[in-house]
């Protein structure tokens, strides 16, 4: 899971046998006590609303706030 502070992943496949393996690795890493997963905020609508080196892609959205019991 990438998380609000994360900018770069890289991943990687292996076909073992009958068994897909598939591991990521995050810069920033998250999962770290009392830190959100995202932030909150306006949705990109251009390249240039993004991080360095990152794309605005429209197809993912709406994304909706997470609701906690």
Known sequence: MAWAKTTKVGCGHARCSRMNLVVCNYRQTGNFLNQVTYEIGTPCTKDADCT?????????FPVYMPIYA
Not at 52 to 60: G, I, M, P, W
């Open 52 to 60: 360095k080196n990152s794309k605005c892609n429209v197809a993912y």
